[in-house]
Each structure stands twice: as C-alpha cells, then as structure tokens.
C-alpha cells in the first residue's frame, strides 16, 4: 500500500549508458515531480506532470527525459550517463486541484554513475 | 520571486533539549509553509504544514507557526529525542500550489 513507489533503491553503473526510473503513485494525485538530491541533501526541481502535461521543466540537461504513460506514472530516462549525474533521484506527487496539497516523495533512487 | 531560507546545520542537541530551527521566506500572494523531515536513507516525509497567517501545525511534538508579519516559519520542540535526529526542510508552495521552494536542509543529531 506504498503511496509513492519508485524503482531501482540502487542504480549503479557507468558512464555512457542509459538507465531508467520508474515511478508510481497510488495516491489519485494529478501533478508528479522528480528532484534531484545532491551530496549535500540540497533538493533541486527537475520536471513537474500535471494530468500527463509537462508544466516545469528546469533547467536539465536533455539527456534526462520524463515520460508519463499516465497521470499515475513518472518515469525518468537518463542518457549518457556522466559522473555529475551521481545523486539521489526523487519521485513525489501532489493533488495540485485541491489547495494546499503536500508533497508526498517516494524513497528514492541513489544512482551512482563510475 | 519565491524563496525558503533556513538555518545552516549540523545542530547538536543532547535528548531532552530544546529545539529551533528558523526559517523564514520570501513569496508573492498566499503561500502555504510545511515543514518536512528525511531520516538516513529515507524520503522526505511530511512533518507539518500551516497555510495561512497565524495557523500552527502541529506533529509528533514538533510546532511551527505561520507569522505573516516576520515571514517566518520556525520549528520548535519542547525536548527532543535520539530519534529525531534527521535532515529537517522548511519549505513552501506558491498560490497556483504547482511548485514548491525548499530551504537546503538543517541536520539534527541528537546524543543520548
């Protein structure tokens, strides 16, 4: 009955290659977010879906693209893996439609890129 | 534009202490202030939330007050434990609530 589910936990692997985050919500949320965690636990945007439409899209690299099949879904793929891309990936959803909806985060996916 | 300030970490506290950690921010219209907290290896997990001036939250013994006047949303606890020792963020959301602003994250240890 997990709320926010996102897979691999680990993600190790090398430079060059391509890797993909899955993410789910059962929640009936309408708006999925990544974030980006680096070393220093600082929490950076990357993309936000509401109802399957991109609305933020920040400054990343095109290497990293969102897809969401569905508004319960938000995957991440990443090509060409760099070392800068070693972080912690979170996935979280929110009912944007209904005021003041929290954020509810998955448990993350540490990718480490050698 | 938006913006979350909080205190620099690490924060040591021995159990039982008091705790504060301030944030404060910078909006435009109404925005709502939460309050969340990431144990190791772990998500961010909500801890509290207020949405308009005055309004407290409330959880687990933490409190954090609204205080339109200071644009502040500090955290407090009257005596903490060895298990709240985690990453603490003051965060906020904007009035179309699409997108959330956080603070860089205060760690707390607390030693028995």
């Known amino acids: 009955d997990t709320a926010v589910s996102q897979t691999p936990k680990y993600l190790v692997t090398q430079m060059g290659n391509d890797k993909s985050i899955k993410c789910e919500q059962n929640?009936?949320?309408?708006?999925m977010y990544w974030y980006k965690q680096d070393s220093k636990k600082f929490l950076k945007i990357m993309f936000s879906y509401n109802n399957k439409e991109l609305i933020i899209n920040e400054t990343v690299p095109n290497r990293f693209s969102p897809k969401s099949p569905d508004k319960a879904h938000l995957n991440l793929h990443i090509n060409s893996l760099e070392l800068g891309d070693s972080a912690v990936y979170f996935c979280?959803?929110?009912?944007?439609?209904?005021?003041?909806?929290?954020?509810?985060f998955g448990n993350g996916t540490r990718l480490t890129v050698t | 534009g938006n913006s979350v300030t909080q205190m620099e970490g690490p924060v040591t506290l021995s159990e039982e202490a008091f705790l504060t950690i301030n944030c404060t921010y910078t909006?435009?219209?109404?925005?709502?202030l939460f309050w969340y907290v990431q144990y190791p290896g772990e998500g961010l997990q909500l801890l509290l939330k207020?949405?308009?001036?005055?309004d407290k939250g409330s959880n687990k013994g933490f409190e954090a007050t609204y205080r339109k006047e200071t644009t502040s949303f500090h955290l407090e606890k009257g005596s903490v434990q060895v298990s709240d020792s985690a990453v603490y963020f003051c965060?906020?959301?904007?009035?179309?609530?699409?997108?959330?602003?956080f603070g860089t994250g205060t760690s707390l240890t607390v030693i028995p």
């Open positions: 929640l009936g949320h309408d708006t």
């Open positions: 965060a906020l959301s904007d009035s179309t609530g699409n997108q959330f602003y």
């Open positions: 979280a959803s929110s009912q944007v439609a209904a005021y003041n909806s929290p954020l509810h």
């Open positions: 909006a435009t219209g109404y925005p709502s």
């Open positions: 207020a949405t308009k001036a005055d």
